[in-house]
């Protein structure tokens, strides 16, 4: 049988554990809110026109191909510039050109 004390401590630990899991929701979902933000001001900024997927994932089709289509199991190449914004505001950049 558990002594008093160890019912307290334990009681003090749920709560605190519990306490922690809303503070961490609560911290990513601001964290998704300022990613938002940011993304808007970046794509009002540099005048673009875009939705997301239903994945969430913006892109702009700059250049559309004009081989042919690709069968199932060949390969392709893709020339490709992907923007990092940083939760600092900072816009990292990566291309396959590089």
């Known amino acids: 049988m558990m002594n008093l ?4 401590l334990l009681t ?3 709560m605190a554990l519990v306490n922690l899991t809303i503070a961490c929701e609560e911290d990513s979902e601001s ?15 540099n005048d673009i026109t875009v939705e997301p997927t ?26 490709y510039m992907g923007r990092l914004i940083h939760p600092s505001g900072e816009i990292l950049i990566r291309s396959s050109l590089e």
């Open 54 to 79: 239903a994945s969430g994932l913006y892109y702009v089709e700059t250049k559309t191909g004009t081989g042919a289509q690709p069968q199932t199991g060949e390969s392709v190449s893709v020339h």
């Open 31 to 45: 964290k998704k809110e300022k990613e938002k933000r940011l993304l808007e001001e970046f794509l009002l900024t």
């Open 12 to 14: 003090f630990l749920s």
């Open 5 to 8: 004390k160890t019912i307290r």
